[in-house]
């Protein structure tokens, strides 16, 4: 059996807390579970191991917007009921041993659904539900104790701006190219391309054959059993605690780097007052911008010459220019590669 739960609309904290208690309860022994809600207020969810401060935590309480960190990875995301969410929950030991096969056979239910519904979606190579080169589904995965649990949504309407404004970006260049990435490889333009009328319960039940026949289930609509209840309410309690939200020390940096979507990347970093400015799309800089007091008349050519080098090819050139601004430009570029979060 696939247990199917539809929540429809739910509070902002229980778009949340909600599938973490069904992660727990299939890890006691309850049923594949296949559910749905969408949020009625606009939030911010945090991935379990990221600092707090990549949040513009000010603008959040200025407008409203509460943020939840969530027990799954990935980086801060702007959240609002022009979104519907769905989760697939299903034993740790059923899925391939393989991250990436596992987050695969989790996902290709979800593009059928897309497809269903008139978007010509598919997974790319980093895994990605995309149109094209447009990522129209944000998700996570990860495991709660013996579930595994993947995360998406179906992107009805999306704000880039407001979405660009909950990250705690300082330097106004980076948030603007931020934006403008956004606005370039999230989700589908409404301004530029002819996205359908999505209907959301279309999606809800193409949603349900399509992982019904994936995991060879018969579908049936259930609730949650007591103990996900009694697990629900101890999460609520758990995900407003001020401790929990903040989660671990912030490690300091020099380097900003801000995921778009896999393989974009917009970044800005220090070194030593050597500043650059880029972003990294499928490996290569494009849009750089360099500042150093000591560049004077080279800086647009050494912006030139760096423009399409990976982050290895550019670190190399500017070693080879054997000045002490060559070789601080090599160190900030190297610190732009950082851990891939």
Same mark, same amino acid.
């Given at each position: 059996m696939l247990r199917v739960i539809d929540f429809e609309d739910v509070s902002a904290l229980h778009s949340q807390t909600l599938w973490h208690a069904i992660a727990y309860g299939v890890?006691?022994?309850?049923? =594949?579970? +296949?559910?749905?809600m969408r949020p009625k207020e606009a939030y911010v969810s945090l991935g379990f191991h990221r600092r707090f401060e990549e949040i513009n935590s000010s603008f959040c309480q200025n407008n409203q917007l509460p943020i939840y960190r969530r027990m799954v990875g990935g980086g801060p995301v702007y959240l609002d009921n022009n979104q519907l969410f769905f989760q697939i929950v299903v034993p740790a030991k059923q899925l391939p041993f393989s991250r990436q096969k596992a987050i695969h056979n989790l996902l290709a239910p979800a593009v059928q659904a897309f497809q269903q519904v008139g978007l010509d979606a598919h997974l790319d190579e980093n895994l990605e539900v995309v149109v094209g080169d447009r990522k129209i589904c944000g998700h996570g995965a990860g495991q709660i104790e013996d579930a595994a649990v993947?995360?998406? =949504? +179906?992107?009805?309407?999306?704000?880039?701006?407001?979405?660009? =404004?909950? +990250? =705690?970006?300082?330097?106004?260049?980076?948030?603007?190219?931020?934006?403008?990435?956004?606005?370039?490889?999230?989700?589908?333009?409404?301004?530029?391309?002819?996205?359908?009328n999505i209907d959301s319960k279309?999606?809800?039940?193409?949603?349900?054959?399509?992982?019904g026949q994936a995991f060879d289930l018969e579908p049936v609509f259930q609730g949650l059993t007591e103990f996900e209840k009694?697990?629900?309410?101890?999460?609520?309690?758990?995900?407003?605690?001020?401790?929990?939200?903040?989660?671990?020390?912030p490690r300091p940096s020099a380097t900003t780097r801000i995921k778009i979507r896999a393989d974009v990347w917009a970044c800005a970093t220090d070194y030593e007052g050597t500043k650059v400015i880029a972003n990294l799309i499928k490996g290569s800089i494009s849009n750089l911008q360099v500042f150093d007091k000591e560049l004077n008349g080279s800086r647009d050519s050494i912006q030139s010459k760096l423009e399409g080098l990976s982050l290895s090819q550019a670190r190399d050139y500017c070693l080879g220019l054997n000045q002490d601004v060559g070789t601080r430009l090599a160190e900030a570029l190297g610190q732009m590669g950082g851990p891939k979060v």
């Open positions: 890890s006691e022994g309850s049923p =594949n579970t +296949l559910s749905f993947l995360v998406g =949504n +179906l992107i009805q309407d999306f704000d880039h701006r407001l979405a660009t =404004n909950i +990250l =705690n970006i300082e330097n106004e260049i980076l948030a603007d190219e931020v934006f403008t990435l956004m606005k370039r490889y999230v989700a589908l333009d409404k301004d530029d391309f002819q996205v359908p279309l999606f809800i039940s193409a949603a349900v054959d399509a992982y009694q697990k629900l309410k101890e999460l609520d309690a758990q995900f407003v605690e001020s401790e929990w939200v903040r989660g671990m020390e």
